[in-house]
C-alpha cells in the first residue's frame, strides 16, 4: 500500500504544489480584527482559500466563528478523527533570500514563510486525503481536518472551534516532529522588574525594541550607551531552541559587563544578565530541571524593556513534565537581583498522554512503514494545538536531527520531506480512519 502511495503522489505532485502556492502567497499573518476576522484579514483569507480547495474535491466544508475551517470525509460531525494544522503564520521579518510569501524551489528544496510551520504540512493533509478519496479508499470512521487561524499567537481559534464543535475522538497536528508526540513540556514566561534609579537609565536605551519577540531568540539589539550607539548581531533561532542561536540581548549584557560600561545599578544588573549568556539550560537562575521523558530544562531571555524606573526582562521557560511551574517560579526568585519582582505573563502547563493508546501506537506504525525508521513515541519542547484540543498529540513534520528552521528568515522544506509527510499522514488516515474507535 505504502509504495502505491508514493507513486501516486510523484504522479500528483505538480496539482499539489500549484494547490500549496496559492496557500503559500496568502499573507496570514495575524493583524487588527475587523468584522468577520478576529485575527486579521490574512488568516481569514486563507481559511476561505482552503474552504474554496476543499469543497472543489467533493469534501464537505466550513467555517466555524471565523477562526477555523474543517474540510471533512464523511458524514458524523460529532465523532471524528481529527487533523488539525494551522495556516496563520509568523510575520516574515527580515533578510530574506527570496520572496516570504511565495513557494520557491531551489535544487531540491522549497522555501516560503510557512513551508515547514504549518502550511506545508496542513495542505499535505488535505491533498493526501483528496488522493486517499481518489484511490477508492474507504473508512469507517470519518475524518474531519481543522484548519486555524491564530496558533502562532496563542490558539484563541480553538478556543473559538471548540464553543461550537465536538473534540476529536483522536487524532493529532502536524506542527511539531517526528516520531509520535506523547508529551509537550509545560511553559511559562516571566517578567523579572528590577528597580534602576531614573539618573542611571538615562545612560542606557534599546533603539530596536520592535526586533524582539517571545518566539524567537533575539538576533540584534541597536542600544544608546552613554550617547553613544552600539549594534549587538546575535544569531536568530525559535525560543525553544535557544542552543541553536546566540541571544543578542545577553551577549550585550556581556560586553557592557567585559567594558565596565556602568557603575552602580546598571553595573550590577547587566553583570547580572551576563551570566545568563550561553546558559540555555536554567544554570544562573536555579532552575536546573531534567527528567527522563523530557530532558533538561529551556531557558531564553527574549526581551528587556526600559521603564521609567526599571528595567524588564522577559524569559521563556520550557520545563519538563514531571516539573511544576511553582518550582521554577521559586528557583527563579531565589536567583533575581534584590528588590526585583516577577510576573508570569504566559502560563502553559505541560500535557501528556500514554504512549500505550492503540491509536498513539498506530501512529507510530504508519510513521515506521513509510520511513523504515523507529517509531518510539517522544516529547517536545514546542507548544502545538494539542494543548487546547483534547484527544490529540503532535505528529511530524519535522524528522529526527531536524531543529531550528521554523520562524527564521529562508523557512525552508526539502521536497523529499514533503512528500514523505504526505505519504506518512496518508498512511496515519486510513490506520486511525480504518480502526478501532477505542
Known amino acids: 500500500m505504502e509504495n502505491k502511495f508514493r507513486s501516486v503522489i510523484t504522479s500528483q505532485e505538480p496539482d499539489f504544489l500549484q494547490m500549496l ?37 467533493g469534501f464537505k466544508t466550513g467555517i466555524i466563528n471565523d477562526a477555523a475551517a474543517y474540510v471533512q470525509w464523511g458524514d458524523d460531525d460529532d465523532h471524528y478523527i481529527g487533523i488539525f494544522g494551522h495556516l496563520d503564520v509568523v510575520p516574515a521579518g527580515t533578510n530574506w533570500s527570496m520572496p516570504p510569501f511565495d513557494l520557491t524551489k531551489r535544487g531540491d528544496r522549497f522555501y516560503g514563510r510557512g513551508i ?37 499567537n496563542g490558539s484563541a481559534d480553538m478556543i473559538k472551534y ?3 464543535e465536538s473534540a476529536p475522538m483522536y487524532g493529532f497536528t502536524p506542527d511539531c516532529k517526528y516520531p509520535a508526540v506523547y508529551g509537550e513540556r509545560g511553559i511559562v514566561n516571566y517578567a523579572i522588574k528590577t528597580p534602576i534609579s531614573k539618573d542611571e537609565l538615562k545612560q542606557f536605551k534599546i533603539l530596536n525594541p520592535e526586533a524582539q519577540s517571545s518566539d524567537h ?41 567585559d567594558n565596565q560600561s556602568f557603575k552602580g545599578q546598571l553595573g550590577d544588573y547587566f553583570h547580572w544578565l551576563a551570566s545568563l ?43 519538563p513534565v514531571s516539573v511544576t511551574e511553582d518550582q521554577v517560579t521559586k528557583g527563579i526568585q531565589k536567583h ?28 507510530s506504525v504508519a510513521y515506521e512503514q513509510a ?34 528552521i521554523a520562524h527564521k528568515q529562508d523557512e525552508y522544506m526539502d ?24
Open 277 to 319: 549568556h550561553g546558559e540555555h539550560y536554567g544554570i544562573g537562575l536555579g532552575v536546573e530541571f531534567a527528567d527522563e521523558d523530557s530532558g533538561r530544562l529551556i531557558m531564553t531571555p527574549y526581551k528587556l524593556e526600559i521603564q521609567s524606573d526599571s528595567l524588564v526582562l522577559f524569559i521563556a521557560i520550557r520545563y
Open 116 to 152: 515547514l510551520d504549518n502550511k506545508g504540512p496542513s495542505m499535505a493533509c488535505l491533498y493526501g486525503m483528496k488522493l486517499l478519496k481518489d484511490m477508492g479508499v474507504t473508512m469507517d470512521h470519518t475524518i474531519r481536518l481543522v484548519f486555524g487561524s491564530d496558533e502562532e
Open 162 to 164: 471548540l464553543d461550537e
Open 21 to 57: 502556492q496559492k496557500m503559500m502567497q496568502v499573507q496570514s499573518v495575524k493583524s487588527n480584527p475587523s468584522d468577520n476576522a478576529p485575527f486579521g484579514k490574512g488568516p481569514k483569507q486563507a481559511l476561505k482559500l482552503v474552504v474554496k480547495v476543499g469543497r472543489s474535491h
Open 217 to 257: 531568540v533575539p538576533d540584534s539589539v541597536e542600544a544608546l550607551i552613554n550617547q553613544k550607539e552600539m549594534t549587538i548581531n546575535g544569531k536568530r533561532s525559535p525560543s525553544n531552541a535557544p542552543e541553536m542561536g546566540e541571544n543578542a540581548l545577553t551577549l550585550l549584557a556581556k560586553e557592557l559587563d
Open 336 to 363: 533575581v537581583l534584590p528588590k526585583s519582582t516577577i510576573e508570569i505573563v504566559r502560563s502553559m502547563p505541560g500535557v501528556m498522554h500514554s504512549k500505550d493508546q492503540f491509536w498513539i501506537k498506530q501512529l
Open 415 to 438: 521536497e523529499q520531506d514533503l512528500l514523505a509527510n504526505m505519504e506518512i499522514y496518508m498512511n496515519a488516515m486510513v490506520a486511525l480512519g480504518q480502526g478501532k474507535d477505542d
Open 371 to 404: 520511513t523504515g525508521l523507529d517509531g518510539t513515541p517522544v516529547t517536545t519542547t514546542g507548544a502545538t494545538y494539542a494543548r487546547e484540543v483534547p484527544n490529540i498529540i503532535a505528529f511530524g513534520p519535522s524528522f529526527p536531527g531536524q531543529k531550528g
